[in-house]
């Protein structure tokens, strides 16, 4: 059984960088033609794809989130990671990773799901 869990700051300060990591334990993330993803849900709206580490380290990012994130990996550790540039109180929201495919983007299957971090820019 795959398990995701996301760690990182709940609250960060405008213009900084939001960094969490993703530990992943029962399964590889480098093998198995799978994707890790990123997502994120603000308050009262619906989940929205950022980007996705794909097994072989490629990367890939929706538009609207492409000049500001960052997705990297750590394979010694199982992790893979978020890294979402000039935060403001917009960025204020729910995010979440999930092992995904990669066939199609935005990926067509959600396999499992992280619990989600709650992430809040202020200063």
Aim: proline letters at 7%; hydrophobic letters at 25%.
């Amino acid at each position: 059984q795959v398990q995701l869990q996301e760690s990182g700051p709940g609250l960060v300060k405008p213009s900084q960088t939001l960094s969490l990591t993703c530990t992943v334990s029962g399964g590889s993330i480098t093998t198995g033609y799978r994707g890790w993803s990123w997502s994120r849900q603000p308050p009262g709206k619906g989940r929205e794809w950022m980007g996705v580490i794909a097994y072989d380290g490629s990367t890939y990012y929706s538009p609207s989130h492409k000049s500001r994130t960052t997705i990297a990996r750590d394979t010694a550790k199982t992790t893979f990671s978020l890294h979402l540039s000039s935060v403001t109180p917009e960025d204020t929201d729910k995010c979440y990773c999930a092992r995904t495919s990669v066939q199609d983007l935005p990926p067509k299957e959600y396999e499992y799901w992280g619990q989600g971090a709650q992430v809040a820019v202020s200063a």
